[in-house]
């Protein structure tokens, strides 16, 4: 007997939004792994560190005290002062108060929560490409439409304001706007935000700014908030969370700074979905903020040394184009040479890699970058050394 679902016209918002292929490779590649094959993933986005035990003890604590029920839904008021403490003397968004920040369940509910509160059918979104895997799905669920920014390697993977202004329509309800980036880990500099803002300063769109690899960063650019700009600060939602600094990424805390009207919209679309964050985490997350950033600065130094070592040896291998990450724990480098011989696309050549050298990687095309591959350095050093090691010996194969 056929199944009802044959029958069934579902939402096109949903049925149009690809789903995650970071999190489809990294569990094909952990169910190799359990079946005895000696898998090396290098595509998942999280920290191979524990929690800072700061955290730790202060979940503990919330649970012997019995801090197991509903809390504000938009986070308990310790927290949110915290976090606008946070943004007032790191980021400059001198406006950031407790009643202009929501906690969610992490950084990805920040940013659905605010599309869906902005977006109406018709509506578009400026999205640099490469960009990361869930920012279109999130804005097709929204009802809006993606509209794609494409840079290379020639531009160090960065949106010009000329690209910008050729980008922005009547329609145009909203930017994302991501660095330190995933998947690049390219930041831009304040000079090079500067000019995006004076393009923006004239349009009435928002700009959603993702800054959740904010204190992972190298080298001389110095992490720069847009919404710290008076040009724009009325009109700009940040970003956070705990997940990529504090290693924390399976808490679910993300939290942002927003307008008053788009905050308390988004704040609706939250309390109809998953009301408050968890409890128990947002006394872990709270901790993390204010004693856990020796542990931060701990974790960054790795990340800083695993980012040269990586870097390194795939400079090695003929036909890599590699653009240096100022930021985050990515590397992203271009192989369309190599892929060019073979006859290949990236997501073949993942597929390949995995089944045959049991590598994972993400193809770039999951980011709207073809012809690129994603490595994470959220791994440890002989886990990035088999990698390379099977990366090289696959692009010899073609």
Known sequence: MAEITEHVEFSHRVTLASESQTLALSGRAKVMSKEGKD???????????????????AAIDALQDDFTHYTDPSGIVELRRAVAEKFVKENGLKNATAETILISNGAKQCILSVLIALCNEG?????PAPYWVSYPPMVTIAGAKPVIVETTAASNFKMTPKQLAEALTPQTKCVIFNSPSNPTGVMY????????????KDHSCFVISDEI?????????????????DVLKDRVVTVNGVSKAYAMTGWRIGFMHA???VLKQAAKVQ????????SIAQKAALA???????????MRKVFERRRELISTLLKEIPGVNLVMPDGAFYVFPDISERLKKGDFSA???????????????VPGEAFGANGCVRFSFAAADEMIIKGIERFARALNDL
């Open 213 to 229: 690899y904010e204190k992972i960063t190298f080298g001389t650019v110095r992490h720069f908030s847009i919404g710290s700009l």
């Open 123 to 127: 509506d578009e979104v400026i999205i």
């Open 271 to 278: 309390g109809q979905t998953t009301s408050n964050p968890n």
């Open 189 to 200: 500099t304040e000079q090079e935000i500067r000019a995006l803002a004076e393009v923006l």
């Open 39 to 57: 898998v090396v993933n290098l595509c998942t986005g999280e920290p191979d560190f524990p929690t800072p035990d700061c955290a730790k003890k």
């Open 288 to 298: 993390a903020l204010l004693y856990g950033i020796d542990e931060v600065e701990r």
């Open 347 to 361: 997501t073949d050549f993942c597929e390949k890699l995995l089944v045959k050298h049991h590598l994972a990687l």
């Open 259 to 261: 307008p008053k009207e």
